[in-house]
């Protein structure tokens, strides 16, 4: 499911406003509701029409982003900006989803997306399913977002066929995609954010989604024309899985 998230930004350095809006701009998921250069200025909009998510800086002259994130509705998410670590504590008091140091890199910025976008499909589902909604981050994701080529590049999970880890990069190799994504991304971190039910290690250099394994022939995974190792220290995990679903 694509969720869009309507927001606004909040900040009273025009540069800082305007890198935050040409972020969001390029962002697919996010809609722009409204930009504000100050707290006073945003308040009588925002509560009229609230917004999912707010980029709400923290110190501002008059009304600092702590005071008047006290005052907008609760249905907003909050994601402060700061140029100061010591805020940090504060922003859990008034319950912000994210914080952003500044500068902020469009990627710190899709991460405090990819948690806001969590947080409303964890909400929607629980709505839908009438059940408290479980704080585990990643498991919603249907996608992840990778660095390849200086760009971010989304990637549905449920069309990765496998990862093979080279050197210090990796590649990505994608259903009906001839040419898989590169991006310089260890193994290591690229398992730690992947869920673990859907996709499993098989070798040092291979991570394969397990739903997308159609054939196994003498100890090696067949993807098409390729062949990918099954070593002896990660055998038996992927046994275990085969042997639920063999009839």
């Not at 994701?141 to 050197?167: A, M, R, T």
Request: net charge neutral; with cysteine.
């Amino acid at each position: 499911t694509n969720m869009n998230l309507r927001c606004a930004i909040i900040d009273d350095e025009p540069l800082a406003l305007g890198l935050l809006e040409s972020y969001v701009r390029k962002t697919p998921s996010l809609e722009l509701c409204g930009r504000y250069s100050s707290a006073i200025q945003a308040m009588q909009a925002l509560s009229e029409q609230p917004v999912d998510l707010l980029f709400l800086d923290i110190q501002m002259p008059e009304l600092s982003g702590l005071e008047f994130s006290r005052m907008i509705p609760e249905s907003t998410r909050i994601v402060f900006t700061t140029a100061f670590g010591q805020y940090a504590l504060d922003g859990y008091k008034v319950n912000a989803l994210h914080y952003l140091l500044k500068p902020i890199s469009y990627n710190d910025f899709m991460e405090a997306v990819n948690k806001a976008i969590q947080w409303f499909e964890l909400r929607r589902k629980a709505e839908g399913n009438n059940q408290p909604a479980v704080s585990s981050p990643a498991v919603i994701n249907d996608y992840i977002y990778v660095k390849s080529d200086y760009k971010l590049v989304q990637i549905e999970l449920d069309k990765i066929l496998y990862i093979e880890g080279l050197k210090d990069y990796i590649k990505i190799h994608i259903e009906d995609n001839p040419r898989p994504i590169l991006s310089l991304v260890s193994m290591k971190a690229m398992e730690e954010k992947l869920p673990a039910d859907r996709f499993i290690r098989v070798h040092r250099s291979f991570i394969v989604q397990k739903q997308k394994i159609k054939m196994i022939d003498k100890g090696r995974i067949v993807f098409g024309k390729e062949y990918i190792p099954i070593s002896d220290s990660y055998k038996q995990e992927l046994q275990i899985y085969v042997n639920e679903h063999i009839i």
